[in-house]
C-alpha cells in the first residue's frame, strides 16, 4: 500500500514558481514510478510530468518541458515538482500518483494504482 499526500500549491502570479511535494507512506515507495497529473476545471485529468524508480529516467507533458522539474528522494520518501516560468494555464488541481510499473513512460490515469488527495495552484495573469 502507497498512501500520498500532496501539499506546496498556492496562488501565484504569472512567471513565478511553486514547488509540490508529494510525502508517501509505504515501505516500498522506492519500488514505484511517480508521475504528476493535473485537472482543470471541465477538463480531463491529464499527464504532467514521471519519474522512475530509480529516478534514472523522467518524462515531461509538452506543454511543461523546461519549466518543470520532476525529481525524488527516496530516502524521505518524497516526491518534489519543481514549477518555474508559471502561465495561467497550468491553474489546476495537481495530483501525484504511483505505478507499481516502476519502469516505462506511462503517461495514462489508469496505469496509476494510488493517488494523492491533490493541491490547488492558481497562476494569475
Known amino acids: 500500500q502507497v498512501q500520498l499526500v500532496e501539499s506546496g500549491g498556492g496562488l501565484v502570479q504569472a512567471g513565478g514558481s511553486l514547488r509540490l511535494s508529494c510525502a508517501a507512506s509505504g515501505r516500498t515507495f522506492s519500488r514505484y514510478a511517480m508521475g504528476w497529473f493535473r485537472q482543470a476545471p471541465g477538463k480531463e485529468r491529464e499527464f504532467v510530468a514521471r519519474?522512475?524508480?530509480?529516478?534514472?529516467?523522467?518524462y515531461y507533458a509538452d506543454s511543461v518541458k523546461g519549466r518543470f522539474t520532476i525529481s525524488r528522494d527516496n530516502a524521505k520518501n518524497t516526491v518534489y515538482l519543481q514549477m518555474n516560468s508559471l502561465k495561467p494555464e497550468d491553474t489546476a488541481v495537481y495530483y501525484c500518483a504511483a505505478d507499481p510499473a516502476g519502469w516505462g513512460q506511462h503517461t495514462a490515469t489508469y496505469e496509476y494504482d494510488y493517488w494523492g488527495q491533490g493541491t490547488q495552484v492558481t497562476v494569475s495573469s
Open positions: 519519474i522512475s524508480w530509480s529516478g534514472g529516467s523522467t
